[in-house]
């Protein structure tokens, strides 16, 4: 990365750590250059490597890459969900380690946020744990809660929303579209996420992570820089 490159990313750094990540995203958006060079990297032939080690197929259905990480814990990553013919309605209610911004780039996202409520549907309770430098992550059962929506949204591409580490939710891209978020992750506030399953799920044993194929990995950046980023041609065909 060039020297201008990473003092923009350590601005932006800076400003999550001072003003949150709301306000860093809005700097982060604002500077289209910043996402074309970080995205433009990943496609690169001499780095893919590299950042397909820092991908993984998510099991709310998208492709998680991690642009950049700086030394305090703040990241900026991509999630891509890519084209489905039929809507993807099995994402799990979570929350997460870190307070965290998100950007709507392309295709759209349904969202539904949740509230802790006796009222609710009772739902298996999980703890999740990152698996960092590991190939494998481990989830465990913690007992049930009962939980009801409280609000649900269609976030149309420029759509911004920041949310706490203890906001459950789920998101899940719209059907015959590309969709991708960028994200501004704050340092960890806490070591684990809560999980609550659609369904019952096996818990007590190492999970491996799902990687995507190189190929497969390169079609989803090529297909958001189609759509979102102006990249030079040899990168997107």
């Not at 380690?97 to 509230?115: H, I, K, M, P, T």
């Not at 913690?142 to 580490?165: C, D, I, K, M, R």
Request: hydrophobic content about 40%; aromatic content about 8%.
């Amino acid at each position: 990365m060039s020297r201008l490159l990473m003092d923009k990313l350590r601005a932006v750094e800076s400003k999550t750590l001072s003003n949150g990540g709301a306000a860093a995203l809005q700097t982060l958006l604002g500077d289209r250059d910043i996402l074309v060079k970080l995205v433009g990297a990943a496609m690169d032939d001499d780095q893919i490597d590299k950042y397909l080690r820092q991908t993984h197929l998510h099991d709310n259905g998208f492709q998680k890459t991690v642009l950049w990480a700086g030394s305090s814990g703040v990241k900026i990553v991509l999630h891509i969900w890519p084209v489905q013919e039929q809507e993807h309605v099995e994402d799990n209610i979570h929350n997460h380690r870190w307070d965290f911004a998100s950007g709507v780039l392309c295709g759209g996202l349904n969202f539904e946020q949740y509230a802790i409520n006796p009222d609710g549907a009772s739902c298996q309770a999980l703890s999740y744990r990152s698996p960092g430098v590991s190939e494998t992550y481990r989830i465990d059962h913690l007992g049930q809660v009962n939980v009801a929506v409280e609000f649900s949204a269609l976030l149309a591409p420029g759509t911004q929303y920041a949310f706490s580490h203890r906001t459950l939710h789920r998101a899940w891209g719209m059907p015959g579209k590309l969709s991708a978020t960028l994200v501004i992750q704050h340092p960890p506030a806490q070591q684990w996420t809560l999980v609550l399953p659609r369904g019952t799920q096996a818990t007590g044993s190492a999970i491996e992570l799902r990687r995507p194929a190189r190929e497969q990995f390169m079609e989803n950046l090529r297909q958001l820089a189609s759509l979102w980023v102006d990249l030079p041609k040899d990168r997107c065909r």
